[in-house]
């Protein structure tokens, strides 16, 4: 790890275990609440979350039109957000990210 920081730069090192913790944090969200609206494994829920996030498309069958309003707001927002653009709004915008 000493050598990870040395090479990259403190500030780097941060910046991506930041997206890669939003990542997770973002799809055990969306996960447990897809699970728990629909009645759904936990599994099919990752998967679901997973997929909206990264933006592939694939589904286990709980995105449909009957998905309730909030579930495909929530989706909605992860493909938004599991764009790598987005990534660099928000660095524009927040100077806390630039620190």
């Given at each position: 790890?000493?050598?990870?920081?040395?090479?990259?730069?403190?500030?780097?090192?941060?910046?991506?275990?930041?997206?890669?913790?939003?990542?997770?944090?973002?799809?055990?969200?969306?996960?447990?609440?897809?699970?728990?609206?629909?009645?759904?494994?936990?599994?099919?829920?990752?998967?679901?979350?997973?997929?909206?996030?990264?933006?592939?498309?694939?589904?286990?069958?709980?995105?449909?039109?009957?998905?309730?309003?909030?579930?495909?707001l929530?989706?909605?927002?992860?493909?938004i957000?599991?764009?790598?653009?987005?990534?660099?709004?928000?660095?524009?915008?927040?100077?806390?990210?630039?620190?």
């Amino acid at each position: 790890m000493q050598v990870i920081r040395e090479v990259l730069g403190i500030k780097l090192v941060r910046e991506i275990l930041i997206v890669i913790g939003l990542y997770i944090g973002i799809s055990t969200l969306t996960r447990s609440a897809l699970s728990y609206t629909m009645g759904r494994s936990l599994d099919d829920g990752m998967f679901e979350a997973v997929s909206a996030l990264s933006t592939t498309g694939m589904s286990t069958g709980i995105t449909s039109l009957a998905l309730d309003s909030s579930s495909k707001l929530m989706l909605i927002a992860n493909m938004i957000l599991g764009r790598f653009e987005i990534i660099s709004v928000l660095y524009i915008f927040f100077s806390s990210l630039r620190r």
